[in-house]
């Protein structure tokens, strides 16, 4: 048995660790070294953990028994799942960290004794605060992250789900939770710490339902903060530095994603959090219907003729193009194209994808080296001076409109630039409207060809005209 | 008076949320997913009190009723470091300079 303070100074190098472990990621050299870091980080906290309890006895192995399990699962699952998963994987991680806060803030009611924290009937005030406040975050965290999870596994529509007066049972909810923890630091009582996590399994299910598919990443990155939170009020009930520490890096990490999300589609935080967007789908067509104009339709042989002339290329990939499993196609023509000494970028938006850098991962797997992918604000400019846009499976992010009509949903979103470009090929598998549901402008300018087709199969195509 | 060492702890968390705060906006945006996976990693450190929730039932008996909730929170935490830490490195392993490429 090691003593508080050695364990305390112990659980403070895993925190530091960890914060580490986030620093490696600011450039994707530093950051294996940074993975292994955080894995140390966590290593040395577990130990710590065993050493500091002192007898022990037969129930060890059926921790380290269990431990094996769960990383047997845990190892299976990161091995095999396909990384345009990753945002459902991440979503099912997210309610495994709420509902194991839950269970740890449920032992800790149960066996005070065993936290330092009093005893059972007479908790010390402070830390039940702390444990219910953990529950509940925690239980948030594990209901909203299933309904995110069987949303973009497909299972649940991504249409949101609304109903009157929704706003106000949640906020109703929301108060209910504070008082209810209120009247259970007067009495102690077992049944309301049960209400209090029956209650916020119900509000994390009600926050989620009416945030539509297209705001996902803000979603996914929402509840990311949230398992900080929870984790940090764990934390405090247990006075365990590395929790307190983890729990809010994670929180703040969250934050910050939520916001940077928010920011590239032009959305207000709360407006996300209100939900309903995209359900005005058939206003929608209407619109697109109004105004049929002529588009300029073009196939596999004129795509390649325009590239293998051109200088430079810029390609946009959006989740349209991982859909359709067309990022290796794409690397095939890209290839190709490298070999006339054609120039070569790409340009992804923030919210190309399903999560924050969802597709920058997307093109990592498919061997596209970093160092020809860029973010929005750094190739922007260079639009204009390029040949060839080659959008596939983008929509919403190189609208026009958000630049142009105030009315416009999306307006102020930032944009691609990509009408500056001498020529688009749009490859698209039809004139529908994106997410937002808004036309699309550059479909009808005189500079875009359209490729109707599905991204995969015209890709390929192109590459056998390039020969 | 002396200070309650809950202001400690508080201090902790806060300075850390500054800490956080920083370290996270220079994350380079290539690299967003990687770490979400890898917070999410960390934050099964939670696994400590499952330990240790798990292991109090030593002095009485092997299964109390919070020892069990001990033992799966174990089993959840564990599919998340590992699961976790592991898609990270995945992730990480093909992120690839021009350089690399052309050997």
């Not at chain 1, 729990?247 to 934050?255: E, Q, R, T």
């Not at chain 1, 032009?266 to 209100?274: E, T």
């Not at chain 1, 970093?370 to 919403?396: R, T």
């Amino acid at each position: 048995m090691i003593s508080p303070n050695l364990s305390a100074i112990c659980y403070l190098i895993s925190g530091i660790l960890f914060i580490l472990a986030l620093r490696g990621l600011s450039s994707p050299d530093t950051s294996r070294q940074g993975n292994y870091f955080g894995m140390s980080g966590m290593l040395i906290a577990i130990i710590v953990t065993f050493l500091s309890i002192g007898s022990l006895s037969t129930s060890l192995i059926y921790v380290l028994v269990l431990l094996l399990l769960g990383g047997t699962i845990g190892a299976f699952i990161a091995f095999k799942i396909p990384m345009t998963a990753m945002p459902e994987l991440v979503a099912g991680f997210h309610s495994l960290v709420g509902l194991a806060a839950v269970f740890v803030a449920i032992a800790a009611f149960l066996n005070p004794e065993v936290f330092n924290l009093g005893f059972s009937g007479k908790i010390k005030l402070a830390s039940l605060i702390e444990m219910s406040i953990g529950a509940a975050v925690g239980a948030i965290t594990f209901s909203g992250s299933i309904i995110a999870f069987l949303k973009l596994r497909g299972i649940m529509s991504g249409a949101p789900i609304t109903f009157l007066g929704q706003h106000y049972i949640n906020l109703l909810l929301g108060l209910g939770i504070f008082i209810l923890i209120f009247y259970l630091c007067k009495t102690q009582s077992a049944n309301i710490f049960w209400l209090v996590i029956a209650i916020s399994f119900l509000i994390g299910i009600l926050l989620i339902i009416p945030i539509g598919g297209a705001d996902m990443p803000v979603v996914i990155s929402m509840l990311n903060s949230y398992s900080g939170w929870a984790a940090a009020g764990i934390g405090f009930t247990l006075e365990n530095t590395a929790l307190i520490i983890t729990g809010a890096l994670v929180g703040s990490s969250g934050a910050i994603l939520s916001y940077i999300m928010c920011k590239a589609m032009n959305r207000s935080f709360f407006s996300v959090i209100l939900g309903g967007f995209g359900a005005d789908s058939s206003s929608a067509d209407l619109k697109v219907q109004k105004d049929k104009k002529p588009v300029k339709n073009g196939n596999a042989e004129d795509a390649a003729f325009l590239m293998k002339n051109a200088s430079s290329v810029i390609i946009v990939p959006g989740y349209g193009m991982a859909v359709a499993q067309a990022q290796h196609a794409l690397r095939e023509m890209v290839d190709k194209l490298k070999k006339n000494d054609i120039k070569i970028s790409y340009a992804i938006h923030p919210v190309a994808g399903r999560m924050p850098g969802h597709m920058n991962v997307l093109l990592a797997e498919a061997n596209v080296p970093y160092d020809e992918v860029f973010e929005l604000e750094d190739i922007n400019n260079d639009f204009a001076n390029a040949d060839v846009a080659f959008v596939i499976g983008a929509n919403d992010v190189t609208n026009p409109i958000a630049k142009t009509d105030p009315k416009s949903p999306i307006f102020g979103m930032p944009v691609l630039d990509v009408e500056k470009c001498k020529s688009v090929l749009f490859v698209k598998r039809s004139l529908s409207p994106g997410y937002a549901g808004v036309d699309n402008e550059l479909f009808y300018r005189d500079n875009t060809l359209m490729l109707f087709a599905d991204a995969k199969k015209m890709t390929e195509d192109i590459v056998k005209n390039l020969d | 008076m002396e200070i309650d060492p809950f202001i400690f702890r508080l201090s902790i968390f806060i300075l850390s949320i500054f800490v956080g705060y920083y370290v996270v906006w220079s994350v380079t945006p290539s690299l967003h997913t990687p770490l979400m996976s890898v917070t999410n990693a960390i934050s099964s450190v939670i696994i400590v009190g499952a330990i240790i929730a798990a292991l109090a039932g030593s002095s009485k008996e092997i299964f109390s009723s919070s020892s069990i909730f001990g033992y799966i929170a174990i089993v959840l935490a564990a599919v998340n470091i590992f699961g976790g830490f592991l898609v990270t490195q995945r992730m990480l392993q093909m992120y690839k300079k021009k350089k690399d490429k052309q050997k």
